[in-house]
């Protein structure tokens, strides 16, 4: 699409990377609520508050701003995943357990109506949207070796007894976890997360 009249953004009082912020982060969390299905591009410049056009100047459609909102969510939570994991000071557990215990209590502040975005639309969208359900594939994989690399460093140290390899344990761990979230989406209450925290320190790594 040509940058016309028709294509630039209408609200000269909001600078444009502001402009572009701004729909991503409201198009996030209307997507994250109520799916990337039920979310139009009208409900999501009407929530940010500028013209329709404004949409058009940085994504050519809907599918291009889910990309985007997929993109800046992964940006943020590597950045996430790294801080919490990458404290030398710190056991790797510890670590390990520390991001876990502040996801649930982040759950637990949001009333258990958020999760995680990255997996609510794996749900939706990875059984009819082959882009997408490679995209959302590539995230997954990126946080996976972000797990197995801290584990890998307790295991050095003998912090844990199971003898299965770690990107293997990454891979449970992501899989119990997002599930874990769903179920507590469903039951409104903290119990499946704090059940798989709890079985996956003492039973599946047997760590002390």
């Known amino acids: 699409m040509s940058l016309n009249a028709a294509t630039t953004p209408h609200n000269t ?3 444009a990377a502001e402009t572009r912020e701004r729909l991503l982060d409201v198009g996030s969390g209307l997507i ?14 009407l929530a940010a508050g500028v013209p329709k056009g404004s949409f058009y100047y940085y994504f050519s459609n809907k599918e291009d701003f889910g990309f985007a909102v ?22 790797p557990l510890r670590r390990l357990r520390g991001y876990l215990e502040t996801g649930m209590a982040d759950m637990i502040k949001a009333d258990f ?18 882009a997408f359900r490679a995209r959302l594939d590539q995230v997954f994989s990126g946080w996976v070796d972000r797990f197995a690399a801290c584990l890998e460093e307790a295991r050095t140290r003998g912090d844990f007894t199971n003898d299965i390899a770690s990107p293997q344990l990454a891979e449970f761990l992501l899989s119990g976890w997002e ?4 179920r507590a989406k469903v039951t409104h209450e903290p119990a499946p997360l704090r059940a798989f925290i709890d079985l996956f320190f003492a039973q599946v790594l047997r760590s002390a």
């Open 70 to 91: 997929i993109d800046r969510f992964d940006a943020h939570y590597r950045s996430k995943l790294d801080v919490a994991l990458n404290r030398p000071r710190m056991a």
């Open 113 to 130: 109506c958020s999760g995680c975005l990255i997996g609510n639309l794996g749900q939706e969208l990875a059984g009819r949207h082959p």
């Open 32 to 45: 994250n609520a109520q799916g990337y299905n039920n979310t139009g591009i009208n409900a999501i410049v």
């Open 13 to 15: 009082r909001r600078p």
């Open 179 to 182: 599930g874990a979230l769903l």
